[in-house]
């Protein structure tokens, strides 16, 4: 078995995985699991277990899990919960250093058992040294290995990338995996911590930290029984990884429902804000900013100040743009009176020049478009650029042609961009940006807000 | 040629349109504008004008629009702006009663002509008793007829239905128009007004009010001369059409850029807030929530009260719903007794059961999660419903099973949906939910956030 240099590498980079409660039966989430493994392309050994079954999905499938020949790094369990001690004890036996307890029926359920029975296998796991993700989860997903230790085989789907997102809520890693293929953000790791019996929010700071794959943290919360160990571990990493947070049960109803969910109380909104921002993560308010903000701090470009140019293919994005950015404490401040002077000449006075510009009157002129975007990159004035082009027909061949040309300019600033068309149209050309480290995002309000909170982070990290 | 009930039928009902400035070059805007009247389908007759050419597109192209042999209802001009003047009194020579006045470089410009040529076609247009969409306007959509005046030929791949969005930027038209086909929204009309030369927003709010197609007018604003007349045309029509408004311009710098994008100030933004509350339109704060809320206008099911029972496949969703429905002045409150004991009697005590519920242990039985929709529906205490289920290979046929029960129930109160699956799973389960009434939003958040403004739309009205 693979020497480990970090305990969580028995979870997230296993060589052999055992899945008790394995099942070819399509009503059992035993049988989404081995979907999961299979289809996701996991490359190292799976073994299944049952006792009723010789193979399933044409693997060969043992009776328990002592009886398999080989080493185990990692068992995901789907077993009912009365039965996980005992599988715990066997773990120990084997080995085995990592579980995925798939399990519910623990500290989540009114009955005062599920609470009892979290307790033991905590403290069994804690005297053998076994790391648990769950119990109560829907798994783990690493999409470098790759590997797909959850219940949901689409998963495998996501793109890869730098962001590891971290979760109290299966239903929200579920939200957050979609959006991501629906917006081709790439992730890292998908981890739904569910009950949080050994594994907590603090222990995958830690790890996601060292983790190569991984280049920004976005986390999704509830409630934390121990809110301090989180803000200490954040405190402690100096990777310089951003770490951005979406907290919800501010209302409420949302805080009794958290403690019913995970067993733990929502608490106060407030105290959580200030203990965030003086661990220097970010917060965000809805699960689509968290997602944008992410793939924005991905970049690792931030702006040296909250000064902005605005620069827009049409002057009603450019306003909303500008409204959101005011809202959010950054400048739309005038060029430079050399800076100006080059977009006059570069443009007719058909339309806005000054900061927002309303590059209208040049979408015909790819050379002026470069121009425009040159002079204000190197305006020292001026801390990022947003650009928004709505496709019109006829400047199809505008996101092209801009495309090349920033793509060749150096650029130490960051760009934002809301270009916006039909699909198929502009699609490739955006990926190519993305590529680049130019981020793109489908409304100006939304794109405006990242660099909002962009400028946040480089304030808080101050 | 048809007689018009409506002034602005000529505009959005023609009969026989010519294109002045028709061009088969793809470096100019008239070939774009052929391509929208013949891509888009438009069912009447078209003539191109163009002395230089005898076809464009394979139709018969005329050297001036009086040399057209039949009447011509409405002439799209793509003219230099100094010839305009000229070709509006070609179009009261030939009995054109609308124009869409594609052509820039009026009072939007920094050239003092911009603003006297404006004055000028204004004048002759009121003399002749011509109506004027725009100048400096990309044009109109009647998705209806079908009409694509304008030099998108895309916008003829947006689909058709009740929504009437009327803007003041082009560039927002079409990211309005790009969000509704990739939320797969129906629009009615797609109208740019422009520089507002003799057709301004009042002027659609009455003809869009009487428009069979409209069921609910959605604006995007910058800056209005006469605010006053804006919001006397919304008192005084009463069909019972809803109107949603956007407007920007709450910045100083956007203030400042709508002085030059339309020749209109933005002007105070609580001046405006405060006399469109008077006048009963709802106002949002970005794009996506314009599209948001005008699909959930457009449903003309409205909540009685602010009593919102939230229904959800798993926690972490729900929490966030709860979250946005409390900040917007919505109330998760308790069912009565009766109620609580059917979702009891449903669902095992594995999750919260009251209000918000999470459905989870009813993944796999659909008459209990039937059961649970018809008792909250039943419930006099709740006023709407919001229902989150995010996809989980498991639970693959909750939707469908769902969705016929749904389609069954009897509604009287709206139930608002976040069902997010990756692409391909449960579209056709969702199409079958909204085309009957029952819209779906691709956040938990989002799906709340128009709760709460039908909640407020209610309120308004009251």
Redesign the interface.
């Known amino acids: 078995m693979n020497q480990h240099s970090f305990p969580l590498d028995a979870i997230f980079k296993p060589e052999a995985i055992a899945v008790i409660g394995a099942s070819d039966n399509p ?1 059992k ?1 035993g049988s ?1 699991v081995m ?1 999961s493994l299979t289809e996701g392309k996991y490359p190292g050994r799976i073994f299944p277990v049952n006792p009723g079954k010789g193979e399933i999905l044409g693997i060969k499938t043992y009776p328990s899990l002592l009886h398999i020949p080989d080493g185990v790094d990692l068992s995901i369990i789907v077993l009912p919960a009365e039965q996980v001690p005992k599988t715990i004890r066997e773990c120990n036996e084997k080995g085995v250093k990592g579980i995925v307890l798939i399990t ?2 623990f500290k ?4 005062r058992r599920g609470e009892s029975l979290q307790k033991e296998i905590t403290e069994l796991a804690n005297r053998f040294g076994i790391k648990i993700i769950g119990p109560n989860t ?1 798994g783990i997903v690493n999409l470098h290995l790759p590997l797909n230790a959850s ?4 998963f495998s ?1 996501v793109q890869k990338g730098g962001i590891g997102f971290v ?9 957050f995996g ?2 991501s ?2 917006n081709q953000v790439g992730l890292s790791k998908i981890v739904g911590l569910g009950n949080r019996c050994n594994v907590d929010f603090w222990d995958m700071i830690e790890y996601l930290h060292q983790d190569r794959d991984t280049k920004v943290i976005a986390m ?1 919360l ?1 409630g934390l029984d121990q809110p301090r160990r989180l803000i200490e571990a954040a405190k402690r990493e100096n990777s310089g990884k951003p770490v951005v947070a979406y907290k ?7 805080d ?3 403690q ?3 067993g733990s109380l ?1 608490g106060k909104h407030e105290i959580y804000e200030a203990a965030f921002k003086q661990a220097g993560i970010l917060t965000v308010n ?3 900013e968290l997602l944008d903000t992410a793939k924005g701090l991905a970049l690792f470009c931030f702006p040296e100040g909250n000064r902005v140019a ?1 620069l ?9 743009a ?6 959010g404490g950054l400048s ?1 401040s005038p060029f430079s009176s050399e800076t100006q002077k080059r977009v006059d000449a570069l443009i007719p ?4 020049r ?3 510009v ?1 590059m209208g009157p040049a979408w ?1 002129n790819s050379e002026a478009i470069r121009g425009i975007v040159e002079s204000v990159l190197e305006d020292r004035g001026m801390d990022a650029v947003l650009l ?1 082009i ?5 400047n199809r061949s505008a996101v092209g042609t801009l495309a090349n040309s920033l793509l060749q300019i150096e650029r130490k600033k960051p760009i934002l961009c ?1 270009i ?4 198929g ?1 502009w699609d490739e050309d955006i990926r190519r940006l993305e590529r680049a480290g130019i981020p793109n995002y ?5 794109a405006a807000q990242t660099l909002v909170n962009l400028v946040r982070y480089k304030k808080l990290k101050r």
Chains 1, 2 share one sequence.
């Open positions: 009503g989430l989404h979907r519910a029926g989540e359920i009114e009955d829907f219940f949901t085989p689409e789907k979760s109290q809520s299966g239903g929200m890693s579920h939200l979609f959006l293929m629906k999704y509830e919800v049960g501010r209302s409420s109803t949302g009794k429902a958290s019913f969910h995970t929502a809805s699960s689509e605005v827009s293919g049409q002057a009603g994005p450019a306003m909303a500008c409204d959101v950015c005011e809202a739309i006075p058909l339309a806005i000054t900061n927002p309303d015909y928004c709505m496709f019109a027909s006829a809301c916006s068309a039909p699909e149209i489908p409304t100006p309000e939304r």
